[in-house]
């Protein structure tokens, strides 16, 4: 289906232009340096598997990319390890429970069920192939770079303020590791962990790894095939199982489009084969999901008539 660029322009600004200072929701205040990004930021973009890229707004800030990276992740263990293994040692069905439950774990034997939760993030780190901390890192933030088609780098701010205050994600790599669920160190696995989520990036560069993930894999910007063509439709199912935390299933519902949210006010929505759309600001909702990105995100695909189980 070819891309109407000048109506996805107008999609993108009327986004941005209706939804931007909308009211409601308050910064991630556990992780202290996510409570001090200023709250009235607010950024969309679309970025299209042929590389055309239109953005609004604050586009170009930079922000952490917390459990969005976890997509990244798990894009890398399907390279290493396959999605047969994936979906046995992690899962693939929403935890029904909150990102960092506990009581999830608990229910399900130490099966994390998802990827894209805290327990099973840390797994999935545990299941890529490492000779050491350092390149077990190394291998993770060159994922996330060739996604985004840009050298991504931790924020030590950030990082600081995370690996400070891990305490409950120490915790259940511990409990993952008890039931036999972990597969290196758990304390590498949680640190590792921590610095994945505390790499900066643009809107633009997230509509990027978007675009990427929409275009099986191949990067528009880069034009590098970054992961196996036919691994992308696992990215995209386990985003639609769990990717906008308790909000997963509504947006399913009413937006029909795989996505990833972090709380650090990032979202990306995913229209395979077309483009990825990413929007940032870092009010959010209880669930933990941007209130304006949601917002923006949806509009830009509802104004474009994309909803996966509408075709
Ligand atoms: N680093 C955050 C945590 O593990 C990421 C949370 C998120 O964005 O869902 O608590």
């Known amino acids: 289906m070819a891309i109407d660029i000048k109506a996805l322009k107008e999609a993108v600004q009327s986004a941005y232009a209706q939804h931007h200072a909308a009211p409601g929701g308050e910064n991630a205040s556990y992780i202290p340096y996510l409570a001090n990004v200023p709250s009235t930021l607010s950024g969309v973009a679309a970025v299209t598997v042929d590389g055309d890229i239109v953005a609004a707004g604050d586009s170009d800030f930079q922000f952490a990319i917390e459990s969005i990276s976890k997509v990244c992740t798990l894009a890398l263990a399907l390279e290493d390890v396959g999605p047969d293994a994936v979906q046995d040692k992690i899962g693939a069905d929403p935890t029904g429970l909150p990102f960092n439950s506990v009581m999830a ?142 909000r997963s299933g509504d947006w399913a519902y009413t937006v029909g489009l795989p996505a990833k949210s972090g709380v650090g006010g990032g979202i990306l929505t995913i229209v395979p084969g077309l483009m990825g759309i990413a929007a940032f600001s870092p009010p959010l909702d209880p669930t933990g999901n941007s209130v304006r990105g949601q917002l923006m995100a949806a509009a830009v695909a509802q104004t474009m008539g994309y909803n996966l189980y509408a075709a």
Not at 121 to 138: F, H, I
Not at 153 to 180: C, K, M, P, Y
């Open 105 to 246: 774990l608990e229910l399900h034997e130490g099966k994390p069920l998802s990827p894209l939760v805290n327990a099973g993030a840390m797994a999935t780190v545990s299941l890529v192939k490492a000779s050491s901390v350092e390149d077990r890192w190394s291998r993770i933030l060159g994922m996330q770079s060739q996604l985004a088609g840009a050298q991504l780098a931790l924020s030590d701010d950030v990082n600081h303020s995370e690996q400070t205050t891990n305490f409950h994600n120490r915790a259940i790599a511990w409990l993952l590791s008890s039931a036999g669920s972990m597969y290196c160190d758990p304390m590498e696995a949680c640190d590792v962990y921590t610095r994945q989520c505390s790499t900066l990036l643009t809107t633009v560069q997230l509509a990027t790894m978007g675009a990427t993930l929409a275009g099986k894999g191949r990067n528009p910007l880069s034009k590098l095939q970054v992961m196996k063509p036919a691994h992308t439709r696992y990215v995209l199912a386990e985003m639609t199982m769990e990717g906008m935390y308790g």
